[in-house]
């Protein structure tokens, strides 16, 4: 007789198996901690955990070392619940999300929570989006889950144009914020294509299906009128230093393109910006980020971005002191 016989008539071989099910989906535990809180030895407790990969399909195991073995999600933890809301509240900071999506799931990692932290919670304010917006992104967010081919109008300044999509990926600029949607058009050989999602008007849903073609994840496709820098560009640290009330902005820390901000003796701010270099070394892409914070940010360096933002600025200037015509439309003969 071996020494795990005595312990394996203890109990039966289903009365194992369900007490390791319970066990697994309260949390991952490793072979060692299994055969700790059941009695049993290693060789039993791995033999048994075989015969439950069998039967149950939720059954994973998650690398190590040490391996784990778990049935399911586990459960978050409080901090965890915390940190994504947090990671919420960014997105709703932002305008990348909608408040009608976020609202059901701040409401399911909050009630978990102990009273006196609920109670604490921030309400977050949501910014104003328009209800085609967030209609446009269900619609997008149904195909893509579903591999469904979507039918829209591509707005361009004066014109519109019909198009239609396979989404393969929904992600935010990293600099405006703007949702984007990238995907493959079935109209044009398969060609990767990104658009503003803001940019999509009339956005239906096919009945036709697609099969999934996942993109390289270096693959950072060219945007409709605004260009992408090319995956592979030369990045460089863009320093910018926010006085006035853009220094409180930056320190609340809404801002997930900025790196680490530094306080001045003054009471500026400096803060570096990732930014990719085009051809001309001028960082096009983040000006217009950068004419947002009209005069509350100044741009350090490097030099050849810092000439752009001045040329930039200076133009933005000389518009400014024009006095526009007015036209019929403005009220005025």
């Avoid at 039993?44 to 784990?68: F, I, N, W």
């Avoid at 967030?134 to 519109?160: K, M, N, Y």
């Avoid at 393969?168 to 600099?175: A, G, K």
């Amino acid at each position: 007789m071996t020494s795990d016989e005595p312990t394996e008539r203890a109990q039966s071989p289903v009365q194992r198996l369900f007490l390791l099910a319970r066990l697994l989906r309260e949390r991952p535990h490793t072979v060692a901690a299994l055969a700790a809180a059941t009695g049993q030895s290693l060789a039993v407790t791995a033999r048994d955990l075989r015969d439950l990969e069998a039967l149950e399909p939720e059954l994973r195991v998650l690398p190590g070392p040490p391996q784990e073995y778990v049935i399911g999600t586990p459960e978050l933890d409080g901090a965890a619940r915390l940190t994504l809301l947090r990671g919420l509240d960014a997105l709703a900071a932002r305008g990348s999300e909608p408040a009608v999506t976020l609202a059901p799931l701040r409401a399911t990692l909050a009630a978990a929570l102990p009273a006196h932290v609920r109670a604490a919670l921030p309400v977050p304010a949501h910014p104003a989006r328009p209800a085609t917006l967030d209609h446009a992104l269900t619609l997008v967010t149904q195909a893509w889950l579903e591999s469904r081919t979507i039918r829209f109008q591509e707005w361009r300044p004066g014109a519109r144009r019909a198009a239609r999509l396979h989404p393969l990926r929904i992600e935010s600029h990293p600099v405006s914020g703007d949702l984007l949607v990238v995907g493959r058009d079935p109209d044009h050989a398969g060609e990767v294509r990104t658009y503003r999602l803001g940019r999509m008007l009339h956005v239906t849903l096919d009945t036709e299906t697609f099969t999934p073609d996942p993109l390289d994840p270096a693959q950072t496709p060219a945007l409709p009128v605004t260009p992408l820098p090319a995956a592979g560009a030369p990045s460089v640290n863009v320093w910018l230093r926010f006085t006035g009330e853009a220094t409180f902005r930056v320190l609340e820390g809404g801002h997930a393109c900025l790196g680490e901000p530094v306080i001045n003796p003054d009471g500026s701010v400096d803060a570096p910006l990732l930014a990719r270099l085009d051809a001309g070394g001028t960082a096009r892409s983040v000006l217009p980020w950068l004419l947002s914070w009209g005069p509350q940010v100044q741009v350090i360096g490097p030099d050849g971005v810092r000439a752009a933002w001045q040329r930039l600025t200076r133009e933005a200037a000389e518009v400014a002191a024009q006095t526009p015509t007015r036209f019929v439309q403005h009220g005025v003969a």
